[in-house]
């Protein structure tokens, strides 16, 4: 199975930037859907975006427009490029796959101060 690594959090002012790396063990080509999920404090783990190995990427609505994901199959990686960042984005931001079973990350942080 592959193995998903996050790394690229940190901590960054309102309307800043940041772009999170999904580092895979192993090819993604055949991955059908890699997903960016995030989970604020004291909140349920949510969706954010999912890029497909065909197809257009989706988002959820509250960052649609400012954070694009991306895949590169060459390198085994997936990106979560987020821009103009607000405080309700702060949480633990997660790649994942599903292939019948959920193969999720380690997380990486995201806090975004006012």
């Known amino acids: 199975q592959v193995q998903l690594v996050e790394s690229g959090g940190g901590s960054v002012q309102a309307g800043g930037s940041l772009r999170l790396s999904c580092a895979a063990s192993?090819?993604?080509?055949?991955?059908?859907?890699i997903h960016w999920y995030r989970q604020a404090p004291g909140k349920s783990r949510e969706w954010v975006a999912l890029v497909p190995n065909r197809g257009n990427s989706q988002y959820l609505n509250a960052v649609r427009g400012r954070f694009t994901i991306s895949r590169d199959v060459a390198n085994n990686k997936v990106y979560l490029q987020m821009n103009s960042l607000r405080p309700e984005d702060t949480g633990i931001y997660y790649c994942n796959y599903n292939d019948g079973v959920d193969h999720w990350g380690q997380g990486t942080q995201v806090v975004v101060t006012s």
């Open positions: 192993g090819s993604i080509a055949e991955i059908k859907a």
